[in-house]
C-alpha cells in the first residue's frame, strides 16, 4: 500500500504536469485525462505513472486509499460534492472522496425469472428458497477485486454468518469460476439460472437481445468503490482537486464511463439509486494482506474444498 512515498522526492517538478497512479482501467482514465483538459482549455499534461513513481493523485479502491491516509500519505482537500457517506464513499477528514462503484449483481436469466416469477429473486434471502435454482459465481479467493467482495460481506454480515449462508445455497451452485465471464456465459446459455457477478463483468453485454438481466438486491450489496486522493508529496493541490471535483461532477465524464460501458455507478448519484448508501457494503473489517488473504483461505478450506461441485474456466 506503499503508493508513491520517496520521504524527500515530490511529484513531478514540471509545473504543468499532473501525475495520477492508479488501479484502474488506463484506456478509461486516459479518455477521463483528455476530456479533462479539453473540457478547461488547459495546457496542463496529466500522465499517469505506475505506483513506484511519485505522483500528484492515487485513484484506486477504497481499501488502498484507507491505508495510504492511515499511512500519513495523503493530504485534505476539499472539492465541490455533496456530503457522501463517512467511511463508505468518503474519509472522515476529507483526505479521499468517492468517484463510483462496483457492486455485486444477481444476473437472471429471463426464461427462469419467467418460470419462478420476477418478484422472487429480490432478495439475498430469496436465493435459499428457491428450490430448483441453479447458480454460479466466480470463486471469492480468485483476484483482488473477488476478494474485494468477499471481505466487503463479510464486513457487513460477519465472516461466520456470510459463509453459514453460502453453505445454504450450496447445492444449488454448479459451479465456482476461475474467471468472471464464465458466470455469465453460463446465465446467458440458460446453464445457470442465477449468477453472482460485479455490475461491471455485465454492464457490456446487455441489450435488448441479452437472455438475462441482472438485480441490485434490495437489503444492499458488496460493492467495491474507487476513489481519489491526493498525496502529501504533491505541489500540484489545487489543479489535482479540481481534476477529480471534474470527474465527480461532469456529465462528460459520466458519458466516457457510459461509452465504455465500465458498469460503475456514481458515488455522487447515490442517494437516487436503488442502492442508496446504506446499502453499498463496504470492507471494513480487513485491513492488511495478511488478513484479507486469511479470510479467502477460510473461503477455500470451508466454502470451496468442503464441495464437491465442479470449477470451469
Known amino acids: ?31 477521463l485525462a483528455d476530456s479533462y483538459l479539453q473540457d478547461k482549455k488547459s495546457s496542463l499534461t496529466i500522465r499517469i505513472v505506475d505506483k513506484a513513481t511519485p505522483a500528484d493523485i492515487l485513484i484506486s479502491d477504497r481499501l488502498a486509499l484507507v491505508n495510504a491516509d492511515k499511512n500519513n500519505l495523503l493530504q485534505k482537500y476539499t472539492i465541490q460534492a455533496k456530503n457522501l457517506p463517512i467511511d463508505t ?39 435459499p428458497q428457491l428450490t430448483d435454482a441453479r447458480l454460479t459465481l466466480e470463486n471469492f479467493n480468485q483476484s483482488d477485486s473477488s476478494k474485494d467482495i468477499l471481505t466487503a460481506i463479510s464486513s457487513q454480515w460477519g465472516q461466520n454468518e456470510f459463509f453459514k449462508y453460502i453453505k445454504t445455497l450450496r ?43 441482472y438485480v441490485l438486491p434490495k437489503e444492499g450489496t458488496p460493492c467495491i468503490v474507487y476513489g481519489a486522493g491526493i498525496f502529501k508529496t504533491s505541489t500540484k493541490e489545487k489543479a489535482a482537486a479540481d481534476f477529480i471535483s471534474w470527474i465527480v461532477n461532469s456529465p462528460d465524464a459520466k458519458l466516457i464511463n457510459a461509452n465504455l460501458k465500465t458498469g460503475f455507478l456514481w458515488a455522487e448519484d447515490s442517494d437516487k439509486l436503488a442502492l442508496a448508501p446504506d446499502k453499498i457494503w463496504v470492507n471494513t473489517f480487513y485491513s492488511t494482506p495478511e488478513q484479507i488473504n486469511k479470510v479467502a483461505d477460510e473461503w477455500i478450506n470451508n466454502i470451496r474444498f468442503e464441495t464437491k461441485t465442479e470449477e470451469i474456466n
Not at 468517492?98 to 457492486?103: A, C, E, N
Not at 454448479?174 to 461491471?200: E, H, N, V
Open 1 to 31: 500500500f506503499m503508493y508513491g512515498c520517496k520521504s524527500k522526492e515530490t511529484s513531478s517538478t514540471t509545473k504543468n504536469e499532473l501525475l495520477i497512479t492508479t488501479t484502474l482501467d488506463l484506456g478509461l482514465m486516459q479518455q
Open 89 to 127: 464513499l468518503a474519509s472522515k477528514d476529507g483526505q479521499w472522496y468517492g468517484l463510483f462503484y462496483d457492486p455485486l449483481v444477481f444476473l437472471i436469466n429471463h426464461n427462469y425469472a419467467r418460470k419462478v416469477g420476477q418478484e422472487h429473486i429480490k432478495s439475498w434471502y430469496d436465493l
Open 171 to 213: 447445492p444449488k451452485i454448479i459451479t465456482y469460476a476461475k474467471f468472471p465471464i464464465t458466470p455469465i456465459r453460463l446465465t446467458a446459455t440458460g446453464d445457470a439460472d442465477i449468477a453472482l457477478t460485479r455490475r461491471s463483468n455485465v454492464f457490456k453485454y446487455l441489450d435488448s437481445d441479452f437472455p438475462a438481466y
